[in-house]
């Protein structure tokens, strides 16, 4: 596994620093797991398959294709995700916490908005 833990950092073109600071551990940690000096802890695992949408069997035994496929919603449930570990006072923690108090009055209004948005821009490329 530490290979292919290697290889992901590296196919993701992350430093050993920032694939760690991902993962909540600094980069020696991630050295020492890359060297084998570390094993790779069944909580680090699954940190990796989640944080960066790993196939779980091509970290384990090498089969399969790296990433999962994730469908829309498992896109946009990642995205929340991360979103959610952001400082508490964040811009995007911010909007989605005003996003969650918006009724379905305000969401349709927000919808006719944006729509209004883009046909005026496409009258302006046509």
């Not at 069944?42 to 090498?62: A, H, T, Y």
């Not at 994730?70 to 570990?85: F, H, M, P, Q, Y």
């Not at 995007?92 to 009055?105: A, F, L, P």
């Amino acid at each position: 596994m530490r290979e292919r833990v290697r290889e992901l950092r590296k196919s993701l073109n992350l430093t050993l620093e920032k694939f760690g600071s991902k993962l909540g551990v600094g980069k020696n940690a991630i050295s020492r797991i890359e060297t084998g000096k570390s094993n790779l802890t069944e909580q680090m695992f699954k940190s990796i398959c989640r944080e960066f949408n790993v196939n779980p069997e091509w970290l384990r035994n090498g089969t399969g294709d790296m990433f999962l496929e994730l469908d829309e919603d498992g896109i946009i449930a990642g995205w929340v995700g991360k979103v959610l570990k952001d400082k508490p006072k964040s811009f995007r923690k911010n909007v989605i916490s005003v996003m969650s108090t918006w009724t379905e009055e305000d969401w349709d209004w927000i919808e006719r908005q944006a729509n209004a948005i883009i046909a005026e821009s496409k009258k302006g490329h046509d």
